[in-house]
């Protein structure tokens, strides 16, 4: 998961919002930080090969 | 996948939790009219027991329901021309929860000056007692079309879902499951019971948008075999935050309004108006039904749209167990939604008013929605009477009279 806003690098704590979702091969976090209010999607693409099986 | 954190925060609606002081801004339909009689009955919002009654002089009041003296059940009790009176031992409060009587004190006693029950403000408004269980000031109570309009029949069908209320909401921002739910497996149900399959609810989706705006979340689609200029993708309808989808076609235009009772019990509220081209002729009253969860033999009804819809919601769990989920892109309206609850959650502990709270009085808001909704309003119309909720109303009959519409084929 990701744990700080890639906007400002504060915390996403309590308030703030991550959501995992998938596209294709790549993993997706949105985030939303309610420090600075910026909404961004973290794609790790190239980290595919770390997806826990399910 | 959401972490398990998230998942609690986005969930529980009980005081003191972020999303139930979030909800704690709204008001909330706390029973149909019909509810509120002489006889005080029990309901429960927010993770709240509550006791709804009627007094003599026709004022609705909504108490905690504890009594304070020796916290018996309020419902246990008899309304008087002013109040509602405790059955245990007689002591009787009003409507904003004064207590006015205390019959066993001494009659010079001052004590009943200093004890008040825990009231609630309530307003009726288009055949819905609404209640506000936040801290005061209360705003307005939106006046949202459907409610005033005062040319359009109504009914209200309603039923207790025991699932939470965000996985009913999420429902809303999902309109891919139309194709499949009720296109796929609704038609697959019927294939097997020898009748034909339903039309329009099994157009692929070629285009889904959604965007936040002043009443939630608004959301279009392009089916195939339509285009951009449709009105499914010119006007679209909304999701009303933080509680009703919005839903029909011209001339029936509906609220499906989803009431937390509390984390894992869910008041579905199927509000329907009816107003044909130039209005419809005067009618007073507005019959409420419950709808039915389950067939005689215990399961699960699912032969028709609302019914289908029901099943996904409570099979996913009182909670939904979003730890375990695997989102992809055809569920991005679904975790815009999310974040806007996240967000307006945030908004209330900055001590800022949520969205759609309105503080000035007005007299109607209205909302967008098609006229002409998966390319026809008279198909729409002709399934959605069938195969929504409206199946179940007393006046299903007169609601096709009113509209006229051809009895379709498949039916
Ligand atoms: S395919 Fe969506 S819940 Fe099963
Ligand atoms: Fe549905
Ligand atoms: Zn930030």
Redo the contacts with the bound molecule.
Sequence with gaps: MIGFCPGCGTALGEASFVQEFWSGTDRHFLCWCASCRLMCTVVIGALVGTEPEH | MLSAEKNERLTRVGPGTPMGELLRRYWWPVATHDMATRVPVKRRLLGENLVLYRDGGGTVGLLAEQCPHRRAALWLGCTEEVGLRCGYHGWRFDASGSCLEQPGEPADSTFKDRISATAYPVQELGGLIFAYLGPLPAPELPRYDLFVWDDAWRDIGHAELPCNFVQVME?SVDPY??EW??GRYGNFLKELGGSGPLPVVGKKHVKVAFEVFEHGILKRRVLEGHTEEDEDWRVGHPLVFPHMLRVGAAGLATFQIRVPIDDENTWHVWYQTYRPEGGAPPRSDIPVYEVPLRDERGEYLRDY?DG??IVAWITQGRISDRTKEHLGRSDLGVILLRKLYAEQMDAVARGEDPLCTYREPHEVIDLPMEKDKFGSAVEFRQLWTRESSIRYSPIKDEIFELFGDPVPAWA
């Design positions: 429902n499951h139309v739910l009720h749209v289908q819809d």
